[in-house]
């Protein structure tokens, strides 16, 4: 059920802060923003006491507590949000694009993509468990990476939150017996465009991508299969390579394209023959 905001229109900070409706309002304020900033990506709608709306970007503060609204063009900053003449806070409806369903939904193709392949056998865990989230928990974990990628206040503050975030994050990998998946591409995963096709020659394309499914399948029935690499030019230098790790035994996969005659590029993971899963740029 969606929460409903009623602030009293003539309230002012010249008013006795210790009053009661202004404590109480303050907080079902809070309580909004703290519930529903992840699931609608921290837009809300206000409404005000002349009637008029507008989409405002809230979060709650983490070193004063109070309702805040992000700077312009900031994802990090901002400022205090007087509620005095605020009649209605709602957060915009979520949509399939929303971060925990975004972040769900490239876990769920990831882990249906390894199961078939075989590849990556520890990343495949942690997939199966990111899809098997409920909108609530994903959001939750979402959150938890927010925090710890938020630089805002005193150093010592800012300090005391990333540790306080970092070992929520990992606690809740540890509950399920997990290792963690990584914080610093969780976000990145909860965004559109992380599972690409590979764009093989398109000369041979259906050659190489048949030659790269049975290399992954010659792996598969021989350990000692020597590792594997495609490499091709066209707009960038591209390459696929497969190789097993000598330490644990798994079957690994990249994906590159790198800017011409450059160490640098775009970095994926490799899903199967045909996807990989965005990495890092470099």
């Given at each position: 059920m969606q929460q409903k905001l009623k602030l009293n229109p003539n309230y002012s900070p010249r008013d006795d802060p210790h009053k009661t409706f202004k404590s109480m309002e303050s907080n079902i304020a809070k309580q909004i923003v703290e519930q529903n900033a992840s699931k609608c990506n921290y837009n809300f709608n206000v409404s005000y006491a002349d009637g008029t709306r507008k989409q405002v970007?809230?979060?709650?503060?983490?070193?004063?507590?109070?309702?805040?609204?992000?700077?312009?063009?900031?994802?990090?900053?901002?400022?205090?949000?007087?509620?005095?003449?605020?009649?209605?806070?709602?957060?915009?409806?979520?949509?399939?694009?929303?971060?925990?369903?975004?972040?769900?939904?490239?876990?769920?193709?990831?882990?249906?993509?390894?199961?078939?392949?075989?590849?990556?056998?520890?990343?495949?865990?942690?997939?199966?468990?990111?899809?098997?989230?409920?909108?609530?928990?994903?959001?939750?974990?979402?959150?938890?990476?927010?925090?710890?990628?938020?630089?805002?206040?005193?150093?010592?503050?800012?300090?005391?939150?990333?540790?306080?975030?970092?070992?929520?994050?990992?606690?809740?990998?540890?509950?399920?017996?997990?290792?963690?998946?990584?914080i610093y591409s969780i976000q990145q995963l909860a965004t559109k465009g992380q599972i690409i096709s590979i764009p093989y020659n398109r000369w041979s394309r259906n050659y190489d991508r048949q030659h790269i499914a049975n290399e992954i399948a010659r792996h598969h029935e021989d350990p000692n299969h020597s590792n594997t690499h495609l490499s091709w030019r066209g707009s960038y230098d591209y390459s696929v390579s497969i190789e097993r790790n000598k330490k644990d035994g798994q079957l690994r996969g990249w994906y590159s394209a790198e800017y011409k005659n450059c160490g640098n590029g775009h970095y994926y993971f490799l899903l199967d023959a045909t996807h990989a899963l965005f990495g890092e740029d470099d």
């Open positions: 970007r809230l979060f709650v503060g983490s070193g004063s507590g109070d309702v805040c609204q992000f700077k312009k063009g900031s994802r990090t900053r901002g400022y205090f949000f007087y509620l005095g003449n605020v009649t209605d806070i709602a957060p915009v409806a979520i949509n399939a694009t929303a971060p925990e369903v975004m972040l769900k939904r490239n876990a769920k193709k990831a882990a249906d993509l390894l199961s078939a392949s075989g590849l990556w056998a520890d990343r495949l865990q942690q997939f199966q468990l990111l899809a098997s989230l409920t909108d609530d928990e994903a959001a939750q974990l979402l959150s938890i990476a927010a925090r710890y990628f938020d630089y805002s206040g005193e150093r010592n503050e800012m300090e005391a939150r990333h540790q306080k975030a970092y070992e929520d994050y990992e606690s809740f990998f540890k509950s399920h017996n997990i290792e963690s998946y990584s």
